[in-house]
Nanobody, 122 residues
Framework: QVPLVESGGGLVQAGGSLRLSCAAS????????MGWFRQALGKEREWLAA????????FYADSVKGRFTISRDKDMNTVFLSMNTLKPEDTAIYYC???????????????WGQGTQVTVSS
């Protein structure tokens, strides 16, 4: 098991920013790719972003490209999602995930965090 713990969610006004964190414990993520997903009430889970752990190459869904930035701190075993210009439609539970390949982490990750709530008020 690779425990993942998200934090940093909360209530923010439209146009504001939040930075989510996903900290790993136990197994190292040196050979993994990591990603972020969200699920809004009444909607399906949506992939947002991914990053390769070794080289930090990033990938984004069109819905968040230009506003959200994924990054990682290899020494801290932590992945981040910086969210700018937040909109009410960004309201969702945000999850981090990990797997051993980029393709897997964007589709069916093996490891998931518990989620953190982001609420954007208008």
């Amino acid at each position: 098991q690779v425990p993942l713990v998200e934090s940093g969610g909360g209530l923010v006004q439209a146009g504001g920013s939040l930075r989510l964190s996903c900290a790993a414990s136990g197994r190292t993520f040196s050979n993994h790719a990591m990603g972020w997903f969200r699920q809004a009430l009444g909607k399906e889970r949506e992939w947002l972003a991914a990053i390769t752990w070794r080289n930090g190459v990033t990938f984004y869904a069109d819905s968040v490209k230009g506003r959200f930035t994924i990054s990682r701190d290899k020494d801290m075993n932590t992945v981040f999602l910086s969210m700018n210009t937040l909109k009410p439609e960004d309201t969702a539970i945000y999850y981090c995930a990990a797997d051993t390949s980029l393709s897997a982490v964007t589709r069916s990750p093996a490891y998931w965090g518990q989620g953190t709530q982001v609420t954007v008020s208008s």
